[in-house]
């Protein structure tokens, strides 16, 4: 088992920044890349962003250029930073641990929540306009 514990949520203005942190504990060696997700409230959940175990990332349309992903093996941390904040960002973040392998799959099956078996809590952004 993994455990996965969001924290760094919070309200900010449009145009702002926050940075998401996510703890992971347990079999982690079990895990082969680690991703970040949303779900707002009457819409689909969203993956967003993935780190592969190669440390190769990749984003969704919605946020590339805007989040970045990153993640700190030595303090089993991932991360994160969220800049240009909309208000469309809104959303509960759920941090997610992967399915291996992840090298070599392709940027859809990355983006696919069917792709995670590991999830976590959630923190909850809130963009203001």
């Known amino acids: 088992q993994v455990q996965l514990v969001e924290s760094g949520g919070g309200s900010v203005q449009a145009g702002g920044s926050l940075k998401l942190s996510c703890a992971a504990s347990?079999?982690?060696?079990?895990?082969?890349?680690m991703g970040w997700s949303r779900q707002a409230p009457g819409k689909e959940r969203e993956l967003v962003s993935f780190i592969s175990s190669d440390f190769t990332t990749t984003y969704a349309d919605s946020v590339r250029g805007r989040f970045t992903i990153s993640q700190d093996n030595a303090k089993n941390t991932l991360y994160l930073q969220m800049n240009s904040l909309k208000p469309e960002d809104s959303a509960m973040y759920y941090c997610?641990?992967?399915?291996?392998?992840?090298?070599?799959?392709?940027?859809?099956?990355?983006?696919?929540?069917?792709?995670?078996?590991?999830w976590g809590q959630g923190t909850q952004v809130t963009v203001t306009s």
């Open positions: 347990g079999s982690i060696h079990t895990t082969c890349g």
């Open positions: 997610a641990a992967s399915r291996c392998p992840s090298v070599g799959v392709g940027r859809s099956r990355l983006l696919d929540a069917g792709f995670y078996n590991y």
